[in-house]
């Protein structure tokens, strides 16, 4: 059996990776918390903007989130994310009240795994033709 190293911000999800449906898995060099089914957080240990709690939302819910939850910001590289910092100085304590959330199962967290992918067409394009340049490739003329 494969051991992973506990991540360095996992006593944010203490509250919830009891629960059966807790999946944690790597993604973009962080750890990515699924509970009941769904993508709900990202702990992140890296240099800025990576350094501290991603939610993954969508976003038709960042404004009733934000309201809840003005320390949050949309994160730089993952616009349709939210993201709350390390650096900031009520981090603790505010992550405490997003799992809290995340454990009621409040539908504005998460995304399902997958979901915003465009599926690829298995069929194949036809080759795109080049314009004939002028002076090449003329029709013999009729007389």
């Known amino acids: 059996m494969k051991t992973t190293r506990p991540h360095s ?3 944010i999800v203490e509250d919830i990776a009891e629960d059966p449906s807790y999946i944690e898995k790597p993604m973009f060099g962080c750890r990515a918390c699924y509970h009941r ?3 709900k957080l990202l702990l992140a240990d890296q240099p800025e903007p990576w350094s501290g709690l991603l939610l993954p939302t969508e976003r038709e819910h960042h404004a009733s989130v934000l309201e809840q939850f003005p320390e949050l910001e949309v994160h730089p590289i993952l616009g349709k994310w939210l993201y709350l910092s ?3 100085e009520d981090f603790e304590s505010l992550c405490g009240a997003i ?3 995340v454990k009621a199962d409040d539908p504005r967290f ?3 795994p997958g979901e915003g992918k465009k599926r690829r067409s298995t069929t194949k394009a ?3 033709t080049s314009p004939r340049k002028s002076g090449r490739g003329k029709a013999p003329s009729r007389k």
Do not use: Y
């Open 37 to 39: 089914g769904r993508m």
């Open 110 to 112: 998460g995304i399902l």
């Open 86 to 88: 390390q650096q900031h």
């Open 126 to 128: 036809a080759p795109k």
């Open 9 to 11: 911000l996992h006593w």
């Open 99 to 101: 799992v809290a959330r």
